[in-house]
């Protein structure tokens, strides 16, 4: 079965940090390039990092220097730290096959990242 659980969001201040955490169940994680993305109230979803099984990295512009995605292909994880946190980082989060497949699976419950100002 696949599956997705995205955790480690919350309230932090202007300036903070947090590590998201992905969780993935079913070998099509393995074997394709991983991505995180977000949806801030009243926008579209977009991309935010992604990774590749060899661990290419490539990152949007508002977040490049201050987020890395890692993963851990024998955890069935993938990372996200989040540095320098801005209130335009506000959204839910979620992670899935990077867009650069393809495809994506079915969408997890995301979670919740705040920054206050």
């Known amino acids: 079965q696949v599956q997705l659980v995205e955790s480690g969001g919350g309230l932090v201040q202007t300036g903070g940090s947090l590590r998201l955490s992905c969780a993935t169940s079913?070998?099509?994680?393995?074997?394709?390039?991983m991505g995180w993305y977000r949806q801030a109230p009243g926008k579209q979803r977009e991309p935010v990092a992604g990774?590749?099984?060899?661990?290419?990295?490539n990152y949007a512009d508002s977040v490049k220097g201050r987020f890395t995605i890692s993963r851990d292909i024998a955890k069935n994880m993938v990372y996200l730290q989040m540095n320098d946190l801005k209130p335009e980082d506000t959204a839910v989060y979620y992670c899935n096959i990077d867009s650069r497949a393809g495809f994506f699976v079915s969408w997890g419950q995301g979670t919740q990242v705040i920054v206050s100002s």
């Open positions: 990774i590749t099984r060899g661990g290419i990295r």
């Open positions: 079913g070998s099509i994680f393995g074997n394709n390039p």
